[in-house]
């Protein structure tokens, strides 16, 4: 069973930064991709990030050149950093794993594995 937990998250002014981190564990030859979402509030889940194995890698819209994603393997650890906060970036942040490479092909909204989650807050 993989398990996913996420740490980093915390309160922020807008225009600040901070480090969203995801350790995994358990059977990570079957994992073909990994990612964040969010949910804000009266908001619908929204994916933010994810990467797949073979390196490929997408990003939504609204965090394109603010935000990066990068892992370290050895560490079995999934980064997200996050760059020019703003207020619409407040929500509760997901790490998720998709159990099939058809998964990681749709929403990681939608993939099998995910953690409780990390909230984040900037105010404006």
């Known amino acids: 069973q993989v398990q996913l937990v996420e740490s980093g998250g915390g309160s922020v002014e807008a225009g600040g930064s901070l480090r969203l981190s995801c350790q995994g564990s358990?059977?990570?030859?079957?994992?073909?991709?990994m990612g964040w979402f969010r949910q804000g509030p009266r908001k619908e889940r929204e994916e933010v990030a994810i990467?797949?194995?073979?390196?490929?890698?997408r990003y939504a819209d609204s965090v394109k050149g603010r935000f990066t994603l990068f892992q370290d393997k050895a560490k079995n650890t999934l980064y997200l950093e996050m760059n020019s906060l703003n207020p619409e970036d407040t929500a509760m942040y997901f790490c998720?794993?998709?159990?099939?490479?058809?998964?990681?092909?749709?929403?990681?909204?939608?993939?099998?594995?995910r953690g409780q989650g990390t909230q984040v807050t900037v105010s404006s």
């Open positions: 358990g059977p990570r030859y079957s994992i073909p991709c």
């Open positions: 990467i797949r194995t073979d390196g490929g890698m």
């Open positions: 998720a794993a998709g159990r099939t490479t058809w998964q990681c092909l749709v929403s990681s909204t939608q993939w099998d594995y």
